[in-house]
């Protein structure tokens, strides 16, 4: 039975995790049991600090920051942010997976929070 390179990606985040290999099926040759989220469009070759993502949208590959090792703070108060979790900001859950654009709310310098526009006037 033939075999094909497939890549996997997560079915959720789309990032490329690993190479894997796609068998034929027995009873219709030439066709490939390809896992689910694999594709058998290799990614590109991405620098460090980045990460190869499936686009469903364009049915590609793309690259995009990678930042699941760093450590980030929330700019109102300068405590640790654990990637993944949820956080308020403007009255709103909201979150940050680790990979591309890092928000505005997150920054990588630890300690005090960054001080508003508006100040202390009218305190």
């Known amino acids: 039975m033939a075999t094909k390179t497939v890549y996997q990606s ?58 699941r090792g760093e450590t980030f703070y929330l700019v109102k108060d300068g405590t640790a942010y654990e990637m993944g979790s949820s956080v308020e900001v403007d009255g709103e859950p909201t979150s940050y997976p680790g990979w591309g654009k890092v928000p505005a709310w997150l920054t990588l310098i630890p300690g005090s929070p960054v001080a508003s526009e508006a100040g202390t006037a009218g305190e």
């Open 10 to 67: 997560d079915p959720i985040s789309g990032i490329y995790l690993f190479t894997t290999q796609a068998n034929e099926l027995a009873l219709a040759p030439g066709l490939f049991n390809i896992p689910f989220g694999a594709y058998e469009e290799a990614p590109p070759a991405v620098p460090e600090g980045e990460v190869a993502q499936w686009n469903p949208t364009s049915s590609a590959w793309m690259a995009v920051e990678d930042h």
